[in-house]
């Protein structure tokens, strides 16, 4: 079950009341860039697309947390609101290699939740969209791939899997834009403009 999109509307602006920074713009770009793709691919749903785009960063509502926690949350949060299509996308837009992200026994609870339900799942159509849209999404507005990835290994640093990590997201690139036929920069407003720009990085407490 989904919210409805004046509800996810409503739910992000309380959640940015909340916990107030530029997750919430990044999330409504991420929601617009996961809408406009979806139009193009045939079978996609471009109001589903839009709702989990603007909801899966949901779990920052509960204040600065990481990415296991803010994964988590989201999807308990979505849960106890009965939209599971929106709590597993909560779930998997963190981790784009999936299984092979979890090689390793996690120490804490919520990671361990996490593993177990990552092992369990197989993406679809819009676990990869969300996956690739918070890679094109900034709080400005779009960029390009590339930008992006150096964007969050400034702030989160690099670990041993992120060039794989990297190399998966282009792949989800190319799978959208064969069911596309254009490029997904074609369907981004203004990223020619916003891609150059190149505001500081953002630091809790600003
Ligand atoms: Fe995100």
């Known amino acids: 079950m989904l919210p409805s999109i004046e509800k996810t509307i409503e739910e992000l602006k309380i959640a940015g009341e909340l916990n107030a920074g530029p997750w919430t713009k990044h999330s409504e770009n991420v929601g617009i860039a ?9 079978g996609m749903n471009p109001d589903k697309a839009y709702i ?16 296991p926690k803010h994964v988590y949350e989201g999807y308990l949060f979505c849960q106890e609101n009965g939209w599971d299509e929106v709590a597993r996308v909560c779930m ?14 996690p120490e804490n609870l919520e990671e361990q ?12 159509d ?15 507005g779009f960029c390009i791939l590339e930008k992006r990835f150096v964007d969050v290994a400034r702030r989160y640093g690099v670990w041993e899997n992120s060039v794989e990590r990297w ?33 500081p990085p953002w630091k809790p407490g600003k």
Request: hydrophobic content about 35%; some cysteine.
């Open 113 to 124: 939740e996490i593993k177990k339900y990552i092992l369990d799942c197989k993406c679809d």
């Open 92 to 105: 998997t837009h963190s981790y784009p290699l999936m299984e092979k992200e979890f090689e390793y026994e």
């Open 126 to 140: 819009y676990d990869l969209l969300i996956q690739l849209c918070d890679s094109l999404a900034v709080d400005y």
């Open 34 to 42: 996961a809408r406009n793709i979806a139009e193009k691919v045939p």
């Open 167 to 199: 190399n998966a997201t282009f792949a989800i690139k190319e799978y959208f834009e064969s069911k596309m036929g254009c490029s997904i920069y074609d369907v981004l407003p203004d990223i020619g403009r916003t891609t150059l720009l190149c505001p």
């Open 52 to 67: 989990v785009g603007l909801l899966h960063d949901i779990g920052r509502r509960v204040g600065i947390v990481n990415i």
